[in-house]
């Protein structure tokens, strides 16, 4: 389904989708400014350090995305659509008193975004029934205290083939590398050399296309954190600068198709891939992960198969 190239505004509805939009969100709930403007103010030329109140709040935000994406993780199953695994994330936003990022954003229709398989990024949810053997990512970002934060992991429905299982555990490794390097006065561009190495390592494609980002007062803001080898990004990285990781590996060709919904992004070859993502703050010694929490992949298999 195209839900996206029908769509104009918040307020405006596609024909034959479900009505879904920032009016379901209650009204006691606060909205970023692109919701309420109708279009997204640019952000700083240049990567903010934030002040000891912004980290505050900042850490808000991640535990409460991280909260949203452990309900979200706990509902994966064989049979559930992935329009319901978003109204599990707006049911749970709604109770945490947090607005779901995603809806309105540049006019995107749903709260969450779910890749599944061939899909790299910005699956919009909508009525593909997951079936045991799928791998799929959830992505997850929630404003609060005037603040954004943003974290996804890539989950097993049922058993995998050992290969998706080797394609989940490098894409989660590469996050993790490329999280280490992270402290004052390293150079940007260590990230994506962490991740580049990890890719080679593990024989996987590490698609370009995307990256990761600043986060903070704006959803997506400087700077862009590649996960490739950018000799470009020589910015040293300071104290309360605050950014995702956002590895996507591939079996095959990393390079994406964009489907005509204008969002989905799936392989060209249409094998799989993955992506984990962390919103993480450089502290004076090193890092701290906004977002963190135990993968739910290496968690024990449960009853239902989530
Ligand atoms: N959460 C995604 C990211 O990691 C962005 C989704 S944009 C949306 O940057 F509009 F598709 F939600
Ligand atoms: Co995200
Ligand atoms: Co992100």
């Not at 009525?127 to 097993?156: M, P, Q, Y």
């Not at 989940?168 to 004052?184: C, D, H, S």
Request: glycine share 10%.
């Amino acid at each position: 389904m195209c839900y996206a190239a029908a769509f104009r505004s918040d307020t405006e509805t596609p024909v034959n989708a479900p009505v879904v939009g920032p009016g379901l969100v209650p009204a006691h709930i606060p909205r970023p400014q692109y919701v309420l403007a109708g279009r997204v103010t640019p952000p700083p030329k240049h990567p903010p350090c934030l002040d000891a109140d912004l980290i505050a709040r900042m850490r808000i935000a991640g535990r409460k995305a991280r909260a949203v994406l452990e309900a979200v993780l706990a509902a994966v199953a064989p049979g559930v659509t992935t329009d319901d695994l978003d109204r599990v994330a707006m049911a749970t936003c709604s109770a945490l008193g947090v607005y779901p990022s995603p809806l309105g954003f540049h006019g995107y229709p749903r709260s969450i975004c779910t890749s599944v398989n061939e899909v790299i990024c910005h699956g919009i949810p909508g009525g593909r029934r997951l079936k045991a053997g799928d791998i799929i990512n959830c992505d997850i970002t929630v404003f609060t205290e005037g603040v954004h934060g943003d974290c996804s992991e890539t989950v097993f429905v049922g058993s995998p083939d050992a290969e998706s299982r080797r394609l989940v555990n490098a894409t989660y490794e590469a996050m993790w590398a490329g999280i280490r390097t992270v402290r004052p006065g390293q150079r940007l561009d260590a990230i994506g050399r962490a991740i580049t190495a990890v890719a080679r390592r593990e024989r996987m494609g590490n698609v370009l296309a995307f990256a990761g980002h600043g986060i903070g007062e704006w959803f997506h803001m400087p700077p862009d954190v590649s996960h490739g080898i950018d000799r470009h990004a020589t910015l040293r990285l300071q104290a309360g600068m605050v950014f995702t990781i956002e590895p996507m590996f591939t079996l095959g060709d990393p390079r994406c198709v964009m489907l005509d919904d204008g969002w989905t992004a799936v392989t060209r070859d249409g094998r799989r891939s993955a992506q984990f993502e962390h919103t993480v703050l450089v502290t004076p010694t090193g890092f701290e992960v906004l977002t963190a929490g135990e993968p739910w992949f290496r968690r024990p298999a449960t009853p239902s198969g989530g």
